[in-house]
């Protein structure tokens, strides 16, 4: 039951106030990142740009073409899909495994991912990077952007497989069971039934892994060759790092690229990112 | 079946393992043991017991981060969860927009943590070159409210969807029932809405101590630490001591203030849980 008396109109006109005064932050980028380079200061920054100061896209395009956006783009859009993808698959595939196969593996493999969630990355940071500059199995190499994905499974796995079994356990054995009976092979019952079912679970451990993905810093910066590959959130940091003198109006166009997707993609998805966000603090 | 998926094992299991112990296992044990080890590659370590621990815990640094956290992760979490609470609350009762005001207050969790701390770099700047302050280069105490301030309007957003999804949880006869004996509506909130939404609470409660703690990015985008490490926290001190200081010692100090944090982390979480865990009522 809802109260008849809520607090009404001038309800909405105070949080109308304040949502806007939450969203100032991007909206004051976003108007900087539209102003030439001489008008951006620090002092500066809550100016609207006005007809002298007012730089059109030129900041975007110069995001773009000189300091290498849309490679960033690619690599992050690369990583961020490829891991996220691996990590579904492998991990649903693994999360049934050690709830329908009761052993010792089963048993250790489940504790571990439920541990591995609280661990803080600092505890293995140097360890982690060392290990991906340094191992090399028949030529593979972990420190490029193409198999640091399956660093991101490693490291991803424990959550998503504590979310899948926490699901999994729900699912009735008599299902997969009658298929057994009709001559499925355990592949084809996970791909025929137990993948369908999972499917909400799926999204929902999808929204949460890609946005870790998406956001990490410390990981890739760690893990790649800092001069080669660039994810966003390196190349963002790596504009102020000590190369001469910071370009503010590029820096901007690029945090506004950044954040623009991000917006897009939260409103088209929102239901599934918030339902994937509630589903992910249960584990707590 | 459980006989007939066990001959599946290398198929189901076999990628996920390999990638945990190479991504997690494997460097959390060699983790372990470094931390008692002098090194500056991996290859190369010397045994020294636990002078690195000792050598930590006398590094003064490594003390003011630990303080500094501290007194961040309790002032953030009181705020992110009290505004996050009253935040829920108001937009639960019947009032036009509440499913915008949630998108809009939900919106900048989605945002990393570096790109949050440069957009709230420049906004604080620009607030303090109008006041004539020093910048946050200079300004720890603009660096410890700008943190604040800055995780604030990140996590509100998430602290809020949960109570949202608590609150509408509680039972509608609990309330009519309670108003129906005469209670006013600040005793309905805290003999009834309260304790039934203990459950979210320790989960925010959860989130918000272990995120304080382990915060890096923010603190790394916003101030590095500065100035000369006044607003460094535990994550960010740990970094640097691996990265940014000269001498074959420190790659095993900080390997061994890692595994303080670590189970710092882990003490903290679990004295949390506990705690909340018995507050809370079956429904």
Known sequence: MKKKNGIGLLGTIFFSVLAALYMYPIVMVVLNSLKVETAISTSGAFELPTGETFAGLTNFVSAISSQGFLKSLFYSVFITVTSVGLILLCCSMCAWYINRVHNLISKLMYLLCAFSMVVPFQMVMFTLSNTADKLDIFGLRFNNPYTICFIYLGFGAGLAVFMFS??????????????????????????????????????????????????????????????????????????????????????????????????????????????????????? | MEKALKRWFPLFVLPTLVAFIIGFIWPFIQGV????????????????????????????????????????????????????FLLALALTQKMRGTNIFRTVFFMPNLIGGIVLGYIWQILINAVLSNLGQPLLALNSKAGYWGIIILMCWQQIGYM?????????????????????????????????????????????????????????????????????????????????????????????????????????????????????RSKEVQQ
């Open chain 1, 166 to 284: 926490g699901f999994m356990k729900s699912i009735p054995l008599e299902i997969e069971e009658a298929a057994m009976i009709d001559g499925c092979s355990p592949l084809q019952i996970y791909f025929k039934i137990v993948l369908p079912i999972l499917k909400p679970t799926m999204i929902s451990v999808g929204v949460l892994e890609a946005m870790w993905v998406w956001n990490d810093y410390l990981l890739p910066t760690l893990v790649l060759d800092i001069k080669k590959y660039r994810t966003i959130p390196m190349l963002i940091q790596y504009f102020r790092g000590s190369y001469g003198k910071v370009e503010m109006g590029p820096m901007m166009a690029c945090i506004v690229m950044t954040v623009l997707p991000i917006v897009i993609i939260y409103i088209a998805g929102q239901k599934h990112i918030i339902k994937g966000v509630l589903d992910g603090s249960v584990k707590g």
């Open chain 2, 33 to 84: 043991y470094l931390s008692f080890c002098q090194f500056t590659t991996i290859d190369r370590t010397t045994f020294v017991g636990v002078q690195n621990y000792v050598n930590a815990f006398q590094d003064a640094e490594f003390g003011s981060a630990f303080r500094f956290t501290v007194s961040f992760a309790v002032v953030s979490t009181i705020l992110i969860n009290v505004l996050a």
């Open chain 2, 160 to 276: 809020m969807i949960i109570y949202i999804s608590g609150l509408q949880n509680v039972p509608g006869d609990l309330i009519e029932a309670a108003s129906i004996d005469g209670a006013t509506p600040l005793q309905t909130l805290f003999k009834i809405k309260l304790p039934m939404v203990m459950p979210s609470i320790t989960i925010c409660l959860f989130l918000t101590i272990t995120n304080s703690f382990k915060l890096f990015d923010q603190n790394l985008a916003l101030t590095a630490g500065e100035p000369a490490h006044a607003t460094e926290m535990l994550a960010l001190n740990i970094y640097n001591t691996f990265y940014f200081r000269a001498g074959p010692q420190w790659k095993g100090i900080g390997q061994a203030k890692a595994v303080i944090f670590f189970v710092l982390v882990v003490a903290i979480a679990l004295i949390q849980l506990r705690a909340t």
